[in-house]
């Protein structure tokens, strides 16, 4: 069996510039979702500064990854996702510090000696930010595309807007975007509230020409879901916000296998 990313079909960034706009929760649920449409999928958790894929998909603390061979990690199997992430290796309350380099030396070892087998596509949970760390595990990483999660919040505009000149830089291509944090539906009285703004998202997919690949809500569900280590995805299949992850990992695969989701016919011209 293939250990490494040589069996992998698809490995695609998720990333943000910003921290604390869900891009966590998303890879998460993107992940899960993927796999509910039948794909292998695997999850690495690179957030090497607050990694936090371990509780959100509810693996206790200080469960391990087994090591085979003496050298390879088995990724740990949560709601049909083969995840990895350094949390495993620490304890929830260790402190992680890392300077440049060793963070991404440390990365690319986790990448390499854990044993992901065949999947369809690798999410990779990045750091937030567009500096050293990002920027070499871009390059040394295959990437297949970015999915580039956001609020509609100007100040996490600017910040996604230089991951994506980033991922443009190294020559990945932006797949698509993921707006979080969207709207707010009061649950009292069913008010809909643009908290973070309305079409930020909308105006940097038409500047980049990326498609939004879904609009999630600012919802107390997802928050509670997520902290309680099952996303919404996994818990709330038929829900709205399920659907939307699915629709969101549908378009993703669509897009790298190249095979977009069905268009108008092209009309062929004939002499
Ligand atoms: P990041 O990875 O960008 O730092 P996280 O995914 O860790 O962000 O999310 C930050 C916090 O926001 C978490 O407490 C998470 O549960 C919460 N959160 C994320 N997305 C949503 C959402 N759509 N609605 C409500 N809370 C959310």
Known sequence: MSQGVGA?????????GKGGVGKSTVSANLAVAAAQLGYQVGLLDADIYGPSQ?????IADGVMPDVIEEKFFIPIEAHGVSAMSMAFLTREKTPMVWRGPMASGALQQMIESTRWGELDVL?????????DIQLTLSQRTRLAGAVVVTTPQDIALIDARRAIEMFQKVSVPIVG???NMAIHTCSNCGHEDP????DGGQTLANEYEAPILANIPLSRVIRETSDAGA???????DGSVAAAYREAAAAVMATLSGSEA????????TE
């Open 8 to 16: 992998v079909k698809y490995i695609v960034a998720v990333a943000s």
């Open 54 to 58: 371990a509780r959100l998909l509810g």
């Open 123 to 131: 999410f990779v949970d990045m750091p937030p930010g567009t500096g």
């Open 177 to 179: 975007m993921v707006q």
């Open 195 to 198: 908290v973070f703004g309305s």
């Open 231 to 237: 996303p919404i995805s996994a818990v709330d299949k």
């Open 262 to 269: 069905p268009r108008a016919p092209t009309i062929s011209m």
